[in-house]
């Protein structure tokens, strides 16, 4: 069964910084983009930063100029720099991927906690 295993969550002050890791536990497929989402308490998730195999990102503008999305796909591991986090970047987040073969669906991580708080 693929997984897919986050890792780096926790808590931050504010200002500060933290790095997120997803990686498949086992690829039997080519994975086209990964990315992040989060989600707040009774709200709807919304995404954070994507990247594709070729390396094109996007951002969720809140996001911008503070968040750096970068992959290795020869790992299939994708990272989230999060630099001058603020409080309202607390949320769970979710590692995504997403196979060339749309057939395939999309596969979701477990999701990690972040929490900006002094």
């Known amino acids: 069964q693929v997984q897919l295993v986050e890792s780096g969550g926790g808590l931050v002050q504010p200002g500060r910084s933290l790095r997120l890791s997803c990686a498949v536990s086992k690829s039997i497929f080519s994975i086209n983009v990964m990315g992040w989402y989060r989600q707040e308490p009774g709200k709807q998730r919304e995404l954070v930063a994507g990247i594709t195999e070729s390396g094109n990102t996007r951002y969720a503008d809140s996001v911008k100029g503070r968040f750096t999305i970068s992959r290795d796909t020869a790992k299939n591991t994708v990272y989230l720099q999060m630099n001058s986090m603020k409080r309202e970047d607390t949320a769970v987040y979710y590692c995504?991927?997403?196979?060339?073969?749309?057939?395939?669906?999309?596969?979701w991580g477990q999701g990690t906690q972040v929490t900006v708080s002094s």
């Open positions: 995504y991927a997403d196979p060339h073969n749309r057939v395939l669906g999309r596969y």
